[in-house]
């Protein structure tokens, strides 16, 4: 019987606490996981580091919200739309070179301020 774990409570690259958990998984673990994250801690090589796991992950999901670096500053304090996108462009690259399983998807949260911007964000993620 597999279980599943979700992060839904914290960005799974953020949390000190979920990585130390993350990385101390092995393949052998009968865990299924749903990663979520904001993207900005999401390197390259963070990713490598979980690909011991990557049969575990059943998806990772990106919450992006904003098409635009105006906007993301809005939505996202503190956070950096150009490291975003190079994480997510690391990711397709990485990703389209290695065997994965899992589904991985972006998401945009509808908000006051960055509801202009849902036709340019699915133009870009669809491109």
């Known amino acids: 019987v597999s279980q599943s ?6 960005d799974a690259f953020t949390s000190p606490t979920y990585w130390r958990y993350l990385k101390n998984l092995t393949a052998k673990e009968t865990l299924k996981l749903s990663l979520h994250t904001n993207g900005l801690l999401m390197t390259k090589d963070r990713m490598l580091e979980l690909q011991p796991i990557w ?3 059943q998806q990772l999901n990106v919450s992006v919200d904003a098409a635009s670096k105006e906007t993301y500053n809005i939505v996202r304090k503190n956070g950096s739309f150009e490291k975003l996108k190079e994480n997510l462009d690391e990711l397709d690259g990485l990703l389209s070179t290695n065997d994965y399983s899992f589904h991985w998807l972006t998401n945009f949260t509808v908000q006051k301020s960055n509801y202009k911007e849902i036709v340019d964000f699915l133009v870009w993620q669809l491109s």
């Open 55 to 57: 049969k575990n992950i």
């Open 5 to 10: 774990r979700y992060t839904a409570s914290g």
